[in-house]
């Protein structure tokens, strides 16, 4: 026999989706959305964006989750991303969108204060890289050449020394 549900039992429950595995960063400098796998440290997202980033687009600072009305929630380079729910969004933060939230007195002052504004994200100026050039070349022959001048003159000198000493003796 099969049982009949009791008029007291509930209806059976819709299973809810579970929760996506992923975080989307919208970056504001290309305009374009990133994902990341949820826990992913906000620091290596940011060098992510960054790296992707073409030459004349604003390099990101930091990434913030946002929602209106509410008061921006930052992720150090070391937080972990994550979603905060309905309306909030992750999205980079660039040194221009600082500059204007903050006075230009007060920008600059804390540019000088922290120079690598974040710890573990590279800066723009750090991701271009040439440190070979003609000049250093030329610099560092110069180093050798004189080394080796210097050299020879001591060499010469201590060679002619005790005849430098003799000449002298005579001459008293």
């Not at 990133?34 to 930091?62: C, E, Q, W, Y």
């Amino acid at each position: 026999m099969a049982q009949q549900p009791s008029p007291s039992s509930s209806p059976p429950r819709r299973k809810t989706p579970p929760p996506p595995q992923y975080v989307e960063v919208n970056c504001r400098s290309s305009g374009k959305t990133r994902r990341f796998a949820a826990g992913t440290d906000a620091g290596f997202a940011v060098a992510l964006i960054n790296r992707k980033l073409k030459g004349t687009l604003v390099a990101a600072s930091h990434i913030e989750a946002v929602k209106d009305e509410e008061e921006p929630i930052a992720f150090g380079p070391t937080s972990l991303l994550s979603n905060f729910g309905e309306g909030w969004k992750l999205q980079t933060v660039t040194l221009t969108d600082l500059s204007s939230e903050v006075g230009d007195g007060q920008f600059q002052q804390m540019a000088m204060h922290t120079p690598g504004l974040v710890s573990g994200v590279p800066s723009p100026a750090s991701r271009i890289s040439n440190p070979i050039s003609f000049v250093y070349l030329v610099k560092i022959m110069f180093a050798f050449i004189l080394i080796f001048v210097l050299g020879a003159i001591f060499t010469l000198f201590l060679d002619n020394l005790p005849a430098f000493i003799l000449f002298l003796k005579s001459i008293t």
